[in-house]
């Protein structure tokens, strides 16, 4: 199964990466992490799941599912915000 991490924050990307290691430690997972929606997106790789932060510099984390599915239709996407509201 494989894996994206989209976060511009590396302690975030960290944090995922491990409770996706946690959660799938009895099956075989690749897991790749990204620090921007472009650097994902140059990737051009078909991934299964994509764990995708909202707010990030460039891309935001809406504008690069959007550009993802032009590319490869079949894949679940978990949007996520590491944001408190006030």
């Known amino acids: 199964m494989n894996i994206a991490i989209i976060d511009d924050e590396k302690i975030w990307r960290d944090k995922a990466h491990g409770l996706v290691e946690k959660h799938y430690n009895d099956i075989q997972i690749n897991v790749e992490e990204f620090e921007s929606g472009n650097s994902f997106l140059e990737k051009r790789k078909k991934y299964d799941f994509v764990l995708m932060d909202v707010e990030m510099n460039g891309l ?19 949007i996520f915000t590491t944001h408190m509201a006030t």
């Not at 959007?66 to 590319?71: F, G, H, V």
């Open 60 to 78: 935001n984390g809406f504008e690069t599912l959007s550009e993802y599915r032009l590319l490869f239709d079949e894949f679940i996407a978990i």
